[in-house]
């Protein structure tokens, strides 16, 4: 994985990582060092990082037509008390946000398949977008935040 400018405390975080789940973590981990820098609350951050295991790991699963190695482009930037991420990849066109809503309210039996996740990711999440720009996918994810209460920072111990 390669990362621009990670943990210079700057106001963007700027990942690239091939199509393998197992760089799924590590790009978490990032993550969350990043964003404690800005006191995004842990609760926060566990939702952040949430929504890119489950999108990153569809585009993985389902986006690619072979084993090749592809680049998945993640970029966080912090303006304020917004988070905003963007997800760029050169996967097959596919808009995770324009299937119809999940009905939670019904048996499991009685739903389809799949969507759950994506049902999760929107209702985490403030705002979500999907665009293709040319040959990629560019999903965008933005996230408004409290500072967080000591007892709320990932991570961190009292003594």
Known sequence: MRVGDAMD????????????????????????RFLQAFDVPGPT?????LALEELIANTINYGYRDDGDYAIRVTIAMAGREISIRI??????????ARAPVDTAAAIDDRGIGGLGIHLVKEMIDRVDYRRVGDRNHVTLRHSYAPAAADDRV???ED
């Not at 700027?14 to 990032?30: Q, T, W």
């Not at 951050?45 to 990082?49: L, S």
């Open 9 to 32: 405390l700057s106001a963007e975080l700027c990942a690239v990582m091939s199509n393998r789940l197992a760089e799924i973590p590590e790009l978490a981990g990032m993550v969350e």
């Open 45 to 49: 951050i566990f939702q952040i990082n």
């Open 88 to 97: 760029e990849d050169d996967a097959a066109p596919f808009d995770p946000f």
């Open 155 to 157: 991570g961190e111990r």
